[in-house]
């Protein structure tokens, strides 16, 4: 049983539907997948879509690139960075993507694959057996499953179920997303230091791109869905150059959203017996290092593996954090790290610490 087919649950269903599991999902949501935003697949993210054979049916509905350019406050070009690319000398270093579309392409493969997954469902009691855990759905229903899986995002309800804490961290920034048309010079990733605060652009297909904004020095707020893009608008006013372009397309916009930089991270075990925590409910970095994603897939791939190798579900499971947690840990902690350059203005050692960061999440998992 997993809980949540975001991105680690449905990873994970796939994975382990393939080692010979009977895999059921609960979702909370709807079955619609989720709108919003789009998401930055860096090399990782499509290094472990090749491994669920998902990689090309990304490249072909998203947006295939492989470099950030960087501009100055003054609008200025101010360097190229080249990432690496972890699927091939002839395939792209990273790709944007919609939320729904790797939505689509990972519930295909899911249902390919036999998983069920359940819409509109949670768990609302767990009660660990010798070998079984016991799972009450909200729906009434129960099951008695040899694994708990709790990919179910950074509020996680099964981490809290399974006796697992952490806290959740504000580090004074919220993030945009708008949905834009792509300009045609938006071939890459183009990243904007602003006097205050951040901002960039990521194609997401031919037709589509989205800005993001990181705004600096705030408190966590709501801002009504009506004075979402005017205000958006407002705060790319002090980006000069190709930063007023993206302002104008910001006015065409169909979805703007606006959410509070948070990070988690699970300390001690990630389990209780058969139960675990996965993606953004262990490991949740701030989304600066666009890599949240990767982790979660990685994930996925990981536990399956783990759980394969040992005789037993606890021992995979125990295995499977331990092979995880430096990896996660140095994200999250790098993210944490940027954000705080970010805030205090100091664009230069962000970036060479986004490049270092790269480069370690390049190495194998
Ligand atoms: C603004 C923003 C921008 C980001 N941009 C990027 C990016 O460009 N690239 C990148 O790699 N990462 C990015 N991330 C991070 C990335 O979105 C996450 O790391 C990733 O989605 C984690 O996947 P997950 O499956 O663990 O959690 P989620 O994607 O959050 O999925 C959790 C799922 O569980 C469901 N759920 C929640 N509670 C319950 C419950 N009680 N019962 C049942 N189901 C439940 C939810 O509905 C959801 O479907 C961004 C994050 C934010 C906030």
Same mark, same amino acid.
């Given at each position: ?40 697949l860096?090399g990782p993210s499509l290094r472990a879509l090749d491994k669920?054979?998902?990689s090309e049916?990304c490249l072909?509905?998203?947006?295939g ?6 501009? @100055? ?11 690496p690319r972890l699927i091939g000398a002839r395939r792209p270093a990273m790709a ?30 767990? @009660? ?96 009504? @869905? ?53 993606? @953004? ?81 390049a190495?194998?998992?």
């Open positions: 049983m997993i809980v949540g087919a975001g991105v680690a649950g449905p990873a994970a269903a796939i994975a382990l539907a393939r080692g010979g599991w009977q895999v059921e999902i609960a979702e909370v949501g709807p079955p619609e997948a989720p709108s919003g935003w789009g998401l930055c860096t669920l054979g998902l049916a072909a509905e998203g947006y690139m492989s470099t950030v350019t960087h501009v @100055d406050v003054n609008g200025e070009p101010a360097g190229e960075a080249r990432l944007g993507i919609a939320r729904p579309v790797l939505h689509r392409v990972l519930y295909a493969e899911a249902e390919r694959c036999g998983v069920t997954v359940r819409h509109g469902v949670t768990v609302a009691a767990v @009660d660990q057996e010798e070998e079984l855990i016991r799972v009450r759905l909200s729906d009434g229903t129960d099951r008695s499953v040899a694994l708990l899986v709790g990919a179910d995002g950074i509020r996680s309800s099964v981490r809290g179920l399974l006796g697992i804490e952490t806290s959740l961290d504000f580090h004074g920034q919220m993030v945009w997303r708008a949905l834009v048309p792509r300009p045609p010079w938006a071939t890459g990733i183009h990243q904007f230091a602003g006097k205050a605060d951040t901002a960039g652009l990521v194609p997401l297909s031919d037709g589509q791109a989205y800005v993001f904004l990181t705004e600096n020095g705030v408190e966590r707020s709501i801002v009504p @869905d009506a004075e979402l893009a005017p205000r958006l608008r407002k705060l790319l006013e002090t980006f000069p150059g190709r930063g007023e372009e993206i302002r104008s397309l910001v006015a065409e916009s169909e979805s703007v959203v606006r959410r509070p930089v948070l990070t988690a991270l699970v300390e001690g075990p990630w389990n209780r017996g058969n139960g675990v925590v996965i993606g @953004d409910a262990a490991h949740a970095p701030a989304p600066q290092m666009a890599s949240g994603t990767a982790l979660a897939l990685e994930d996925g791939l990981v536990l399956a593996q783990e759980l394969g190798r040992h005789e037993s579900v606890e021992a995979g499971l125990q295995a499977f954090a331990g092979r995880r947690g430096r990896r996660c840990r140095r994200l999250v902690e790098t993210s944490v790290a940027i954000a705080a350059l970010e805030q205090a203005q100091r664009h230069h050692e962000a970036y060479a610490l986004v490049d270092s960061c790269h480069r370690f999440m190495e194998p998992v």
